[in-house]
């Protein structure tokens, strides 16, 4: 009864409360700015100056470069990025970078087990990941900021100090092989279709090496040939420790502490049997759905980012939407035209001395030939003049999603690597966004014009009983309209 009548109470306080204030006169006339008293004056973020936002950067002493862009948080990102990938194994079983990924953040010097790893990570609220690309493998952590001293220990001892036990490494082999069979077996082609007009487009050279170990390499990679590989292109001078929300003084300072004087498991030597080749583009055919791409320089990157947006495209099931790019070149003229065809999407890789412009289209074995045609029409239509709305369109499209992925502060450490690897500085974000906008329809047209003159590179995977030859392709790529050459047949 006691508790009837307290909740009775309790709702004729809340009525009369309610009536008290809904008349309007009840409630204190006070500014939203004013402090209200009792409570503790917050304390905002905030920007003092324009190098705020600059990303600082160091030499030591033994070549490696320091990188860290501020962040308000109270969680960074740090990692080690080097200048190694697959595209440098040409004197080496291919497949090494795709061990080194798997046995990232392995038993180490210092660190007996993964999981112990994990466990000190953990303390620190952390995460760790390593993943390798053609031409760089990145290890990072992300971890309360309080702990960077041990975040960069970690990763002083991941990087240079592995065990690479044999265990470990016949894990490896059986993850690897996993992978393999995956690749092979899962419903999106993509991965394997990427991997295959690299193979096309760079024949055995470079970036044309593959990502992922063969096979028949499995059984070849040890310890052994690991320790040669990282002897060469583990060094300092091809590395870059970048951090994204911690101070710069305070990493530069963990960076000499655990990364001047260290000497790795494979030991110190000068680095003899650097691969410094160029990307030489080649292009070609891969026959193992169908994909074309061809062949862009690191010169005209932004004008060929801008193009790949207006390009756009998706699948016919697509979602949609403006933001969803149902107003670009591939919905407008192959999707919303063609309803037998399943995809068409524009893509773009770009490399330090190479890129590719690539369109994947899939559609049924029965009109591969036709889908065919319909695509290189596409290719030769980029030539052409376009239009000021889809262009500003591009432009606006490519600066929302630049700017939206840099509010993700892994995203920011990978970009703050990559750019500091590759050429040592770091072009901001608004630097990058005048760049999109500088981008004419002459620009557009004189990057197409250049890309058109080089031979395509072809993949192909399915029933590809209807795909026209290369040299038809090339013929039509090579044309006026795009059209492939007429076929004529007395029986069918």
């Given amino acids: 009864m006691s508790r009837c009548r307290t909740w009775n109470r309790v709702q004729r306080f809340g009525i009369a409360a309610y009536r008290k204030y809904s008349s309007g006169g009840g409630y204190p006339n006070i500014s939203l700015s004013t402090p209200l008293p009792g409570i503790p004056k917050p304390v905002f973020a905030s920007v003092d100056g324009h190098e705020k936002y600059e990303t600082k950067i160091t030499t030591l002493e033994n070549g490696l470069k320091v990188a860290s862009q501020n962040k308000f948080g109270q969680f960074c990102t740090v990692g080690i990025l080097v200048n190694s990938g697959s595209r440098h194994e040409a004197k080496y079983p291919s497949g090494i970078a795709h061990f080194i990924e798997k046995l990232a953040f392995s038993s180490t010097a210092q660190y007996g087990s993964k999981d112990e790893i994990l466990l000190t990570l953990e303390k620190h609220g952390g995460i760790c990941d390593c993943q390798t690309s053609r031409d760089t493998t990145m290890y990072a952590v992300s971890a309360e900021v309080k702990g960077l001293d041990t975040v960069v220990n970690l990763l002083s001892d991941a990087v240079l100090q592995p065990r690479l036990l044999e265990e470990e490494i016949e894990m490896t082999r059986m993850a690897v092989r996993f992978e393999l069979e995956d690749l092979n077996m899962r419903p999106d082609p993509e991965p394997l279709l990427t991997e295959m007009i690299h193979a096309a487009a760079y024949r055995g050279n470079t970036v044309g090496l593959p990502r992922f170990c063969p096979v028949q390499n499995v059984e070849k990679i040890d310890k052994k040939v690991l320790h040669n590989y990282l002897r060469n292109y583990y060094c300092p ?8 929300g911690i101070e710069h003084e305070q990493l530069v300072e963990c960076a000499r502490k655990y990364l001047l004087n260290v000497k790795p498991a494979w030991g110190i030597s000068a680095p003899a049997n650097v691969d410094l080749s160029v990307a030489q583009y080649t292009g070609g055919i891969v026959k193992c759905m169908w994909v074309e ?24 099931f697509s979602a949609g939407g403006p933001g969803k790019g149902m107003f670009t070149r591939l919905y407008l003229n192959v999707l919303n035209r063609h309803h037998w065809m399943y995809n068409a999407t524009s893509y773009h890789h770009s490399y330090e001395d190479s890129g590719l412009l690539c369109i994947h289209a899939s559609a049924d074995p029965r009109q591969v030939r036709e889908m065919v045609e319909i695509i290189t029409k596409e290719f030769i239509q980029m030539a052409g003049n376009a239009g000021e709305m889809e262009l500003e369109r591009a432009k606006t499209q490519l600066k929302s999603m630049l700017m939206m992925n840099l509010e993700s502060r892994p995203v920011i450490f990978e970009d703050v690597g990559r750019q500091v690897l590759s050429t040592g500085k770091r072009k901001l974000p608004h630097e990058l966004c005048d760049l999109i906008s500088n981008v004419t329809a002459g620009d557009i047209k ?17 029933d590809l009983t209807e795909l026209p030859s290369y040299e038809h392709i090339q013929a039509a790529l090579s ?14």
């Fill in 237 to 244: 001078e091809r590395m870059v420790l970048a951090g994204v």
């Fill in 446 to 462: 004189r990057v197409t014009t250049k890309m058109l003159r080089s031979k395509p590179a072809v993949a192909a995977l399915g």
């Fill in 479 to 492: 044309s006026k309209d795009g059209r492939l050459p007429r076929m004529y047949r007395l029986f069918r």
């Fill in 293 to 316: 791409k061809i062949m862009s320089t690191e010169d005209d990157f932004i004008p060929f980012a801008v193009l790949n947006m207006m390009m756009g495209g998706g699948g016919s």
